[in-house]
């Protein structure tokens, strides 16, 4: 069985230029993450989904981050205008529901110069 | 709020030896625990989940232990061999709806 599949893994650009990170979940789960880990650090929430709801996007920069589910399955995280400050590997992980043993892929590590 | 803090920040060890790594949490009610090991430039890869419920849990030469009450929780690394080199971080969840909080994670590096 696949597990959770991220594009792309390396991401290089300008600051100020747009950037999108896509997650496809493994099959069945119905709650996906998106996480941001700085280097040395452990990952940090963006925001929860439980299938197409957005359960928790508290901690999510709504200024310049958006992120949506289309059909509780696939996941895109969109970042306009990037920032120096925003390079760092932006995870993405899924779990059957709520509470269950949550599952990573490999992440995209966001490089803004 | 959670914190959780893992200690050491880095560990260094020779093939062979056994090893604890330790998890600490400020807020006992948790709702589960789960360590992850993370391979440089990679993503996570959950190697234990334990329940509130529960004390331990085994996967080979992994046992994780939980101590709710006194808000710790440790891994414990059978026979270390060098392929265990790593970074192992440990999350807890506070409820159901709850989010997994991250500790920084020990670098562990085991030496031939």
């Known amino acids: 069985e696949a597990g959770v599949v991220q594009s792309p893994r390396y991401k290089i650009i300008e600051k100020k230029q747009p950037v999108a990170f896509w997650c496809n979940p493994i099959s069945g789960h119905n709650t996906l993450y998106w996480y941001l880990q700085n280097l040395g650090q452990g990952p940090e929430l963006l925001i929860r989904?439980?299938?197409?709801?957005?359960?928790?996007d508290s901690q999510l920069p709504k200024d310049r981050f958006s992120a949506e589910r289309l059909k509780g399955v696939d996941s895109t995280l969109k970042i306009q205008p990037a920032e120096l400050g925003d390079s760092a590997v932006y995870l993405c992980?899924?779990?059957?529901?709520?509470?269950?043993?949550?599952?990573f892929g490999q992440g995209t590590r966001l490089t803004v110069v | 709020k959670q914190e959780v803090t893992q200690i050491p920040a880095a560990l260094s060890v020779p093939e062979g030896e056994n090893l604890v790594l330790n998890c600490s949490f400020t807020d006992s009610a948790i709702y589960n625990l789960q360590w992850f090991r993370q391979d440089p430039g990679k993503g996570l890869t959950s190697l234990l989940l334990?329940?509130?419920?529960?004390r331990e849990q085994t996967s080979g030469r992994l046992n994780a232990s939980l101590d709710k009450s006194s808000g710790r929780s440790t891994l414990y690394i059978a026979a270390s061999q060098p392929g265990d080199s790593a970074t192992y971080l440990c999350a807890v969840r506070g409820g159901s709806q709850g989010n997994l909080i991250f500790g920084k994670g020990t670098k562990l590096s085991v030496k031939p």
């Open positions: 989904y439980e299938n197409e709801e957005a359960v928790d």
């Open positions: 334990i329940q509130s419920s529960q």
């Open positions: 992980a899924s779990s059957l529901a709520g509470p269950d043993e949550a599952f």
